[in-house]
């Protein structure tokens, strides 16, 4: 048994803070009581500014492959044409769900070390004469790669064409802890969960919706009771839903979203971001290799790290986990066994994240994988920088 705390590394569920848990030691209540529909327009409200939307946001009860399976039913039809770009894993689950229900995906082929290009999205557009592609589906944080997708491009890409498709998003990984602006980028379905960003366990689904998808949900052929829109919306006017919801889970996502809303959004983003950079900073002086190879993709959630030739990830993974007590992600389907996946997500900072990265030096000497010391050292360094830099420029600000 080790002792300590655990590490838990990977890019989610992230780990639960304090405040949250303590948040959903509570009672359950009734949920048609009117301490309910407070907490119920308190949780749909704060959903609204972590999305950045003045549109609806809906909470299922449900994974983030519900909330997928949600999108799906309510605005596409049997036979319909979409569009989606091979980024990775979930990319690829997202295609494998669509033609089960029966939807004709043209999914651009990709290498998984890079996002989604918005030229190429582009191209395959501007071929689509007819406007026969229905929807654009991308996922925006690649969880399996590292990589993100500049779904502001993307969009600009649409609006330059003039292209009618809807644009669906999955935020899954992303919302919470990088910049997403759902109603700026006129995303009109966005698709997340409560395991990642919001620091929750896993357990709520989320969709946020634009008008435009509102509508094709009023004409679209696919039959859903679970996942319907219109009859989720109904009762969540009054903070209420259509059947029995995840009661403790939304208190702890009320304190969550309390959380980010304190530090502040911009900051939020600002931390994950400094604390990516620090990561591939040891990786690189480690010299090993990152598995994004376009720095504008860079994921600020997760780094994905490829072994050298010749060493197995699962199995240096497992001398982490038995030598230090940390989890780090596994490689996914076409990666695995060649990659390792450290998460900085969530309720993480740099004393947090350099335990992780001391953790990993130390794991890949036991593990006699070759790599050059002092990668801590070297997140260590432009960590220190961004501090000062930050402290000197409040200085500059307070004086």
């Not at 494998?96 to 395959?124: S, Y």
């Not at 197995?312 to 390792?340: C, E, I, P, T």
Request: proline share 6%.
């Amino acid at each position: 048994m080790g002792q300590g705390r655990h590490f838990l590394q990977i890019p989610g569920p992230s780990p639960v803070p304090d405040r949250v848990l303590r948040a959903m030691d509570m009672p359950v209540i009734d949920h048609r009581s009117p301490d309910f529909g407070e907490l119920g327009r308190a949780v749909l409200a704060g959903c609204q500014k972590i999305f950045q939307t003045q549109g609806p946001v809906m909470i299922f009860p449900s994974s983030g492959t519900g909330a997928w399976e949600a999108a799906i039913v309510n605005t596409l039809s049997p036979g319909d044409r979409v569009l989606m770009v091979e980024t990775g894993h979930f990319a690829t689950l997202w295609r494998n769900m669509a033609a089960r229900w029966g939807i004709e995906v043209d999914f651009l082929p990709g290498d998984w070390r890079r996002g989604a290009d918005p030229a190429a999205v582009e191209a395959k557009l501007a071929e689509d004469k007819a406007h026969a592609i229905k929807a654009v589906m991308v996922v925006h944080n690649e969880t399996s790669t590292g990589a993100t997708s500049r779904i502001s491009e993307i969009r600009a890409a649409m609006d330059r064409l003039g292209h009618p498709a809807l644009l669906m998003v999955d935020t899954i990984s992303s919302l919470g802890s990088v910049d997403y602006r759902h109603d700026e980028w006129k995303v009109d379905v966005s698709v997340s969960c409560s395991q990642k960003g919001f620091m929750l366990p896993p357990g709520l689904g989320f969709n946020a919706i634009s008008q435009k998808a509102r509508d094709a949900a009023k004409t679209n052929k696919m039959p859903r009771s679970y996942w319907d829109w219109e009859e989720m919306l109904k009762p969540n006017v009054n903070g209420f839903f259509p059947y029995t919801p995840a009661t403790n889970l939304l208190y702890g996502l009320r304190e969550a979203i309390a959380m980010l809303l304190e530090e502040g959004l911009a900051n939020v983003f600002a931390r994950h971001r400094r604390l990516a950079a620090a990561t591939r900073a040891a990786v690189t002086h480690w010299g090993l290799e990152v598995l994004c190879q376009e720095p504008k993709d860079f994921s600020p959630v997760l780094t994905a790290v490829l072994m050298p030739p010749g060493h197995d990830a699962d199995q240096f993974r497992k001398v982490v986990l038995d030598n230090y007590n940390m989890s780090l992600g596994s490689g996914l389907s076409k990666v695995a066994g060649k990659v390792f996946r450290i998460g900085h997500l969530g309720e993480c900072n740099e004393l947090t994240l350099l335990g992780a990265l001391t953790g990993v030096e130390m794991g890949l000497s036991v593990a006699g994988i070759p790599h050059r010391a002092g990668g801590v050292a070297a997140a260590m360094k432009l960590l220190e920088e961004r501090t000062q830099d930050n402290a000197a420029s409040h200085l500059k600000i307070v004086s």
